[in-house]
Nanobody, 124 residues
Framework: QVQLVESGGGSVQAGGSLRLSCVASGYTHSTYSMAWFRQAPGKEREGVAAMSRISDTSYYADSVKGRFTISRDNAKNTLSLQMTSLKPEDTAMYYC?????????????????WGQGTQVTVSS
């Protein structure tokens, strides 16, 4: 059974940093592509960053390019998201997701496995 568990969320002031982690279990971590999504109240879930299982190529939403960095440690079955220069508009529930096949990196419907989420709140 695939399980994803996020941690690292919290409350920070604008300009601050947070590092999110996602621990995966129940499958071979290196065989899955991984992504971070976020969802703010009243808004649709949106992709933030993704990493291919094949080439470790990273993909970022325009809104976070240059501020967020996605990384993975296959030996520890973990996915991380380093977030810097945080803005109030980054406030959302952040989710870790996994899928086996390629396609649209930021389409939530393509990811069958999800964590429960970790809340990030950025105050101005």
């Amino acid at each position: 059974q695939v399980q994803l568990v996020e941690s690292g969320g919290g409350s920070v002031q604008a300009g601050g940093s947070l590092r999110l982690s996602c621990v995966a279990s129940g499958y071979t971590h290196s065989t899955y592509s991984m992504a971070w999504f976020r969802q703010a109240p009243g808004k649709e879930r949106e992709g933030v960053a993704a990493m291919s299982r094949i080439s470790d190529t990273s993909y970022y939403a325009d809104s976070v390019k240059g501020r967020f960095t996605i990384s993975r440690d296959n030996a520890k079955n973990t996915l991380s998201l380093q977030m810097t220069s945080l803005k109030p508009e980054d406030t959302a529930m952040y989710y870790c997701a996994a899928k086996f096949l390629g396609g649209n990196w930021f389409a939530p419907s393509e990811y069958p496995y999800w964590g429960q989420g970790t809340q990030v709140t950025v105050s101005s």
